[in-house]
T-cell receptor
Framework: GQQLNQSPQSMFIQEGEDVSMNCTSS?????WLWYKQDPGEGPVLLIA?????ELTSNGRLTAQFGITRKDSFLNISASIPSDVGIYFC?????????????FGKGTHLIIQP | KAGVTQTPRYLIKTRGQQVTLSCSPI?????VSWYQQTPGQGLQFLFE???????NKGNFPGRFSGRQFSNSRSEMNVSTLELGDSALYLC?????????????FGSGTQLSVL
């Protein structure tokens, strides 16, 4: 099956720092999604990318769909305490239904005061 | 617009029992998917329902089953519970027929099997 490698597994940063995380795949995807999950809650969709090379922002978050269609990146600028959580990437093949959505294992973001 | 609603939020069961979890999708969404989330395995796809029909199924034993009603609400059932079934069960809805990419998740049901 498809595999998504998400890195880093965890990040310990200071408030105000910028954050970068990425996902790579052995397969090509048509869509890349980035979710954030707070403790005890379900994942919340942050950004959706539909085209190779696409760069999309949502406030302080910026995500890019890699040109090879096998990777994606998420950057968070000027981190704040509420950015703490687990960030998941997900790759999808259009029309594949939910089982066409493959999730990474997540990046745990921890912000030190 | 109300989000995806899952009930109950927390559940404690013992081995051998069965459990039913409920999910109400976003109004107008016809696709409902279920995922199991554990610290070690991450998010694993269970099944997807669209218009009361199971469209896709993940690699889980037959003890895991589901159904969808005409109002798009869905239920998931796990029979003969095992300790390893302890997990956060997430329901997600989507408006896209056959798409499923843009999933909107509920808060989940935290199941503990003792």
């Amino acid at each position: 099956g498809q595999q998504l490698n998400q890195s880093p597994q965890s990040m310990f940063i200071q408030e105000g720092e910028d954050v970068s995380m990425n996902c790579t795949s052995s397969s090509i995807f048509n869509t890349w999604l980035w979710y954030k999950q707070d403790p005890g809650e379900g994942p919340v969709l942050l950004i959706a990318l539909y085209k190779a090379g696409e760069l999309t922002s949502n406030g302080r978050l910026t995500a890019q769909f890699g040109i090879t269609r096998k990777d994606s990146f998420l950057n968070i600028s000027a981190s704040i305490p509420s950015d703490v959580g687990i960030y998941f990437c997900a790759g999808a093949i259009t029309g594949g239904g939910a089982d066409g959505l493959t999730f990474g294992k997540g990046t745990h973001l921890i912000i030190q005061p | 617009k109300a989000g995806v609603t899952q009930t109950p939020r927390y559940l404690i069961k013992t081995r051998g029992q069965q459990v039913t979890l409920s999910c109400s999708p976003i109004s107008g969404h016809r696709s409902v998917s279920w995922y199991q989330q554990t610290p070690g395995q991450g998010l694993q796809f269970l099944f997807e329902y669209f218009s009361e029909t199971q469209r896709n199924k993940g690699n889980f034993p037959g003890r895991f089953s589901g159904r969808q009603f005409s109002n798009s609400r869905s239920e998931m059932n796990v029979s003969t519970l095992e300790l390893g079934d302890s997990a956060l069960y997430l329901c997600a809805s989507s408006s896209a027929a056959g798409g499923g990419e843009k999933l909107f998740f509920g808060s989940g049901t935290q199941l503990s099997v003792l």
